[in-house]
């Protein structure tokens, strides 16, 4: 059973920087795609990056585009999230997980997320 662990949230001023990490502890595919995902106060988790495993291929939300830079370690199972020009709207719990394609299903159980806060 793989677990994910996520960390490097913190409080930070608008314009700030921050990197997550994403470890996964276990074995899995190496052809599964990675991706992060927030979920603000009152509203649905929705994906922000996601990576395929050689790196080779990225997505974002239009709304990151330019400032976060997803990006991976295959050979330590962890996934980044770097965050730069941070927005207050940018504030949530993020999440990484395993998208099965395009179903909305995961491969995996979510973990504890780690809180991003902007402040303005």
């Known amino acids: 059973q793989v677990q994910l662990v996520e960390s490097g949230g913190g409080l930070v001023q608008a314009g700030g920087s921050l990197r997550l990490s994403c470890a996964a502890s276990?074995?899995?595919?190496?052809?599964?795609?990675m991706g992060w995902f927030r979920q603000a106060p009152g509203e649905e988790r929705d994906i922000v990056a996601a990576?395929?495993?050689?790196?080779?291929?990225?997505y974002y939300t239009d709304s990151v585009k330019g400032r976060f830079t997803i990006s991976e370690d295959s050979a330590k199972s962890t996934v980044y999230l770097q965050m730069n020009s941070l927005k207050p709207e940018d504030t949530a719990v993020y999440y990484c997980n395993a998208p099965i394609g395009y179903s909305g299903r995961f491969y995996f159980n979510w973990g504890q997320g780690t809180q991003v806060t902007v402040s303005s």
């Open positions: 990576i395929s495993r050689s790196g080779s291929d990225t």
């Open positions: 276990g074995r899995f595919a190496s052809s599964i795609a």
